[in-house]
């Protein structure tokens, strides 16, 4: 049984806020058009959706600056559009994920008010304040993700406190057993209300070096590369006593039934699978980045599937990203041909998919004019290219004013193509991404063999990349041609099959293929195998 929790089975779908649907007219969305936009998850066939915060912010970083982690922020709507979105996606099947930011609050939050009022305050040892370096300056060489120096000097009190992001996100102090009873108390706050399960901000971030050594330099960086990259962030992260925070959030959730543990990790793969924690008492999916940062080649790509599955932990189950609100959107990354071939492999390797919003229709990169980038990061580091808008604009609904997202201005602009690339014309279009999207998933649906099924490498050449998944007599084959040009692979004996379930380009359904296996350029097949 084990095998068809919801969350190894289902695929998840994040929803940036802001961009999905404005029910209020402030140009910005909300969680009530994210309940009035529900139909449109039924219809893709996905299980679970994951919102980006929602809570009271500042907004300094898009809500990753939480003021209150137990209320729901005006713009987004209230504690009671909140029950009614959980309400009605549970009618329908869809489990909730929110975001839970527990590295750090808003500069804003009461208790890091009480914190830097004295020194003594009891909250004081809540954030991680530090005397100056014995010559004066911050206590070490540690950088903010978003540029500069991670410490900020605090006249009223005369120390620095630190911050892994913006200056308004303090950073929260872990070791700190009231600190973690609080953050444990707002994960039940939630559980409660009936949440399905937390995607968790930052998770490796969250232990420190206790001794705040000096991160080393980085050798291979180079100018023009953002600043966080100059060293090494040896000490600042990873820290082995994550593990016991881990199991403290893990023994939160066990409490109640089916619920999930996400946690967000950019890791190498031999550090990313030990967020499994020993005996798997850590996170049940440590999201695995592997495909975003991935050269988009045959080789390439198989070579990381297969060094992940190998290094997985026993009973640890996989999962598969391909993009996320803080990275370039996958059609821009490897156009829109090939968008379509990750699509279907993010749908058919062994683990659970999460799939971005907007992705389902090959929405692309935007181009944000200067006056309306909103991203921190940007406007800290101009000109080097990092700024994450152009992955956060508006969902095109339909070719209604401002594509159906909202009445007024977005607080974005749309995608330029979007009196075509919207749901409404895709939907009708069976040779469109949007199509294609939902056929995979059905397909993945109905196949045990493409949910919960074994994984196994057929064959790999410069261009081609063949996977088998088996699920008992149940299997199905899985080809990806990696290049614009025909290819022709032969498969090893011993692989019996059948007819060709879909084709990223359409036209080959049903037809029986061989030993000798044709791909049009930039064409992946699910082929029915025995
Ligand atoms: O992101 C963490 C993070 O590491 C990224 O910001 C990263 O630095 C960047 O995208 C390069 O890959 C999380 C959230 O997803 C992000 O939106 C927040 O800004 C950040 O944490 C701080 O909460």
Redesign the pocket.
């Known amino acids: 049984m084990a095998e068809r929790t919801w969350w190894k089975r289902g695929i998840v779908y994040q929803i940036y806020p802001r961009s999905f649907q404005d029910s209020n007219r402030d140009g910005v969305g909300d969680l009530e058009g994210i309940r009035q936009r529900l139909d449109h998850l039924t219809w893709l066939g996905v299980d679970a959706l994951w919102i980006s915060p929602i809570y009271p912010s500042p907004m300094c970083?898009?809500g990753?600056d939480v003021a209150d982690y137990r209320d729901i922020d005006p713009l987004f709507g209230s504690l009671d559009s909140f029950d009614a979105l959980i309400a009605d996606a549970h009618a329908r099947d869809l489990k909730v994920i929110l975001d839970f930011?527990p590295?750090?609050s808003s500069d804003r939050h009461a208790w890091f008010a009480e914190s830097r009022s004295s020194r003594d305050n009891p909250k004081r040892d809540w954030y991680i304040w530090r005397d100056p370096a014995p010559g004066g300056g911050p206590p070490n060489n540690w950088i903010s993700?978003f540029g500069g120096s991670a410490w900020q000097f605090d006249e009223a009190t005369g120390q620095y406190y630190y911050h892994a992001?913006l200056k308004e996100?303090p950073d929260l102090n872990w070791r700190n057993p009231q600190l973690r009873e609080a953050m444990f108390d707002t994960l039940r706050f939630w559980l409660d209300r009936g949440v399905d399960g937390f995607r968790v901000?930052?998770i490796w971030h969250l232990m420190k070096d206790p001794e705040m050594r000096d991160n080393p330099p980085n050798p291979g960086y180079a100018p023009g590369q953002p600043d966080?990259n100059r060293l090494l962030q040896i000490h600042s992260a990873d820290h082995p006593d994550i593990y016991g925070v881990l199991a403290g959030m893990r023994q939160v959730l066990d409490a109640y039934p089916d619920r999930v543990l996400i946690g967000?990790i950019?890791l190498p793969i031999e550090r990313l699978v030990t967020y499994y924690g020993p005996d798997l008492s850590g996170a049940h999916l440590p999201f695995n980045f592997q495909l975003i940062h991935a050269t988009w080649r045959a080789r390439d790509i198989e070579a990381l599937v297969r060094e992940y599955e190998e290094k997985l932990p026993e009973g640890g189950w996989p999962n598969w990203v391909l993009s996320?609100?803080?990275?370039p959107r996958i059609a821009t990354r490897v156009g829109q041909a090939q968008a379509r071939i990750a699509a279907m492999m993010l749908l058919t390797l062994r683990g659970t998919p999460t799939l971005y919003y907007g992705d389902e229709l090959g929405m692309p990169a935007v181009h944000i004019p200067r006056d309306r980038v909103q991203d921190p990061?940007e406007k800290n580091e101009p000109g080097l290219g990092i700024g994450?808008d152009p992955s956060r604009t508006p969902m095109p609904w339909d070719r209604s004013f401002n594509a159906g997202f909202s009445e007024v201005e977005p607080w974005l602009p749309l995608n330029q193509d979007w009196h075509t690339r919207n749901v409404a014309v895709m939907k009708e279009d069976p040779t469109s991404t949007l199509t294609l999207t939902r056929r995979l998933i059905a397909l993945r649906n109905e196949r045990k063999s493409l949910t919960v099924g074994r994984y196994a490498p057929v064959l790999v050449d410069d261009h081609v990349f063949v996977y088998r998944r088996e699920a008992g007599d149940e299997q199905a084959l899985v080809a990806l041609n990696f290049s614009g040009e025909d290819q022709t692979v032969t498969l090893p004996q011993g692989a019996q099959l059948g007819a060709v379930l879909l084709s990223t380009l359409g036209g080959r359904e049903g037809e029986r293929t061989g030993a000798k296996l044709h791909l049009r350029g930039h064409e992946g097949l699910v082929i029915e195998a025995h």
């Open positions: 970083d898009g990753y930011v590295n750090h993700n992001f996100q901000d930052v966080i967000e950019y996320n609100h803080d990275q990061w994450r």
